[in-house]
């Protein structure tokens, strides 16, 4: 699986691979694309150091020049992420992020529930929005299983320092009720109008079915801080 973005502040593109063997990990790629023609130059593989993943998103900030990476851990079923930079054309990982504070369904659900189905963008001031679905067939309590949630990143540009987070726990989407259920989610954020634009797919476990698509315009209270 590959997935790919485009840096505005070193004007190179980052791919993120999530490699399955030899050994498992991911790895990231920094590209030059030519001045004229149709070539582009990979720079050599750069790994933060983590085991099999799987299913990936990715959101660049311009503000910082940082770019967040979401990944499946296999061997967990969380998800975690990473936070990398371009360096004088080297990719960077912070250090910061390789600790347990990246496991952020832990941080969501209090346990590293399974977390395949999700998203993530940039929504400017140094933060992300994440989004997923709640998988567990037994979720932990307060938690709806396939019901949409989302949480704020912050990531400092000092590379050492472990993320924050501008809300607590994780914030469900949907109106708050058991029958609401969705998988698939994807967010994308409009700078302008400060809106989120917010899709998913029905799921048969709530009254939402027939495997419809949804979607719905979300805002930021406080800010950008709930």
């Known amino acids: 699986e590959m997935l790919a973005v485009y840096d505005t502040t070193a004007d190179k593109v980052i ?14 790629y920094v590209g030059t694309v030519a001045s004229s023609g149709n070539s582009v130059t990979w720079s050599s593989a750069v790994s933060p150091g983590n085991g099999e993943v ?27 992420f990473e936070i990398c930079y371009i360096n004088s054309g080297t990719l960077t990982w912070h250090t910061g992020d390789t600790a347990n504070s990246n496991m952020i ?9 399974t977390t395949s189905m999700f998203d993530v963008c940039s929504v400017d001031s140094s933060k992300w929005l994440f989004c997923c679905t709640m998988e567990a067939s037994s979720p932990p309590g307060g938690f709806t299983q396939y019901a949409l949630y989302a ?25 708050a009720s058991s029958t609401q259920r969705g998988t698939y989610p994807s967010v994308a954020w409009d700078p302008t109008l400060e809106k989120i634009m917010y899709t998913w797919e029905a ?12 979607g719905m315009l979300c805002y930021f209270n406080a800010g950008k801080t709930d």
């Open 105 to 113: 369904s832990t941080d969501m659900f209090g346990s590293a529930v």
């Open 203 to 214: 799921n048969s476990s709530g009254s939402e079915t027939s495997s419809n698509s949804y």
């Open 151 to 175: 949480k704020i990143i912050n990531a400092s540009t000092d590379t050492t320092s472990a993320p924050t987070y501008a809300n607590a726990g994780a914030k469900h989407i949907e109106t």
């Open 54 to 80: 799987r299913y990936s998103s990715s959101a660049f900030d311009s503000t910082t020049g940082r770019t967040i990476v979401c990944f499946q851990d296999v061997s967990s079923g969380g998800c975690k």
């Open 15 to 28: 791919l993120f691979v999530n490699k399955d063997n030899s050994p498992a990990r991911l790895e990231g």
